[in-house]
């Protein structure tokens, strides 16, 4: 019997505890930036403001935790918990891809947060491929079902390809990308998972009337990897040979910056100087999903809370010690290259 979405789903989660499903030979090259260090910031920790506005909603911090799962009751558990979390700290939450509740409405429940999160930016998930199938009154539906505000589109063609039974055609998805951001009455999305934007795709969204995208860059979870993990035979081989694909993170910011997209650096992102970095480098928000959830694994929604506590103190730490009063003072300071990046940024950031 074919796997079904909601045994995938719930076959991710579980390595994703625990399993090496991390980049191994590939790093986000955020080590290779370094913030030029202000000894007389005139700033006190207090004075420092760290709030946004994103997608037409202001956040209390710059963070997302970005989409990771659905369709399974252990997922909704996971969902609500971290909505929840989301909500108490003022940031924004998004969903796993819900493919597996427009293939079975029954499962609509475990996507359904808004009761967690009653203020909270929420965004909805759909694979390209799925949405290019789709009446957009149908990726509507979806959206205004679980009282998203936002819809994002998620782009893996890299996983797809490992994956069993995983997409194959990814044809007509510019096309798809224009008629939902011209269609929706809501903002679209563009998310990455994990392989990277590069600025000739960022200059695509945007021909495409895409306004915000996460570049979601290599160096943090490799789903390649992780469907490596659940292959067999030449699958897994396959997948052994492109497990660190991609563009590291610091290499797809630098790529995307300048092109008019409103950028969201996810992707390895791991400390608060880690969110200070990204933000330097062009980023309006990050996103974060492996770490956040396995602080939530071992020690429950409070144990969640104090990551993004520990989170949000380091930017802070950050921008005093660059003598950045907001985010865009931050999106300002010098910057230190390392030569691994620079190799990146002459080749044409990813181009």
Not at 98 to 127: D, E, K, S, W, Y
Not at 146 to 158: F, K, Y
Not at 258 to 267: I, M, P
Request: charged share 20%; hydrophobic share 50%.
């Amino acid at each position: 019997m074919p796997e079904s979405i909601s045994d995938r789903k719930r076959s991710h989660l579980e390595l994703c505890e625990g399993a090496p499903v991390e980049y191994a030979g590939k790093t986000t090259l955020l080590e290779e930036v370094d913030l030029v260090h202000d000894a007389l910031p005139e700033l006190a920790v207090d004075e420092v403001d760290v709030a946004i506005e994103l997608l037409g909603k202001r956040l209390r911090a710059p963070l997302l935790i970005t989409g990771m799962t659905g369709g399974t009751d252990e997922a909704a558990a996971v969902n609500q918990a971290l909505a929840r979390v989301a909500e108490a700290k003022g940031i924004a939450f998004g969903l796993g891809s819900q493919r597996a509740m427009h293939r079975t409405p029954a499962l609509a429940h475990t996507f359904a947060v808004r009761a967690h999160a009653p203020t909270t930016l929420v965004l909805a998930n759909i694979g390209i491929v799925q949405a290019a199938a789709l009446a957009t009154a149908e990726v509507e539906a979806l959206a205004r079902t679980i009282g998203a505000d936002a819809l994002c589109v998620h782009l893996n063609p890299a996983q797809e390809l490992i994956q069993a039974g995983g997409d194959r055609d990814f044809r007509g998805g510019v096309r798809t990308l224009a008629r939902l951001a011209r269609e929706l009455p809501f903002p679209v999305v563009v998310k990455e998972t994990g392989c990277g934007l590069s600025r000739r795709v960022a200059e695509r969204l945007v021909a495409a009337g895409i306004r915000t995208a996460d570049v979601s860059g290599a160096g943090g979870t490799s789903w390649v990897k992780v469907e490596t993990l659940r292959a067999e035979n030449g699958a897994r081989e396959l997948g052994t040979v492109f497990a660190d694909w991609g563009i590291p993170t610091a290499a797809a910011l630098l790529a995307c910056r300048g092109t008019g997209l409103d950028l969201v650096a996810s992707g390895g992102i791991r400390t608060g100087l880690d969110v200070a970095k990204a933000i330097a480098l062009g980023a309006r928000a990050a996103g974060v999903a492996l770490p956040v959830y396995r602080a939530y694994r071992d020690g429950g929604e409070a144990a969640a809370e104090a990551f993004i506590d520990r989170l949000i103190a380091g930017l802070r730490t950050a921008m005093v010690l660059t003598g950045s009063r907001d985010l865009d003072a931050l999106g300002h300071v010098p910057l230190v290259l390392g030569a691994r990046l620079r190799e990146w940024v002459l080749a044409g950031g990813g181009a």
